[in-house]
């Protein structure tokens, strides 16, 4: 079965950084795609950033792009995503989750998930 844990999250101030961390196992992930999606209270799962696993092809939501980067390291089976110049419109769950085979940006897309980890981005 597949396993997801998310950690790196925290409390921190507008402007501030913070790099979270996804550790995956429990097979290859060589076919697959590394994705970071984030839920509000009240709100539904948004996309926020995805690779694959195979190529390190990106892609990233508008709110984000510029200021957050997602990449892996295939040796640890662990995804990044390094969060830069935070908003307070991104506090929300962080949750990393992996599609099977093909890019999206659809929540429904990605099969397993992980716990998620809570970022809290203060004004």
């Known amino acids: 079965q597949v396993q997801l844990v998310e950690s790196g999250g925290g409390l921190v101030q507008a402007g501030d950084s913070l790099r979270l961390s996804c550790a995956a196992s429990?097979?290859?992930?060589?076919?697959?795609?590394m994705g970071w999606f984030r839920q509000a209270p009240g709100k539904e799962r948004e996309f926020v950033a995805a690779?694959?696993?195979?190529?390190?092809?990106?892609y990233y939501a508008a709110s984000v792009k510029g200021r957050f980067t997602i990449s892996r390291d295939n040796a640890k089976n662990t995804v990044y995503l390094q969060m830069n110049s935070l908003k307070p419109e991104d506090t929300a769950i962080y949750y990393c989750?992996?599609?099977?085979?093909?890019?999206?940006?659809?929540?429904?897309?990605?099969?397993?998930w992980g716990q998620g980890t809570q970022v809290t981005v203060s004004s």
């Open positions: 989750g992996v599609s099977r085979g093909r890019m999206s940006d659809y929540a429904r897309d990605f099969g397993s």
């Open positions: 429990g097979r290859t992930f060589n076919n697959d795609v």
């Open positions: 690779i694959t696993w195979a190529s390190g092809r990106t």
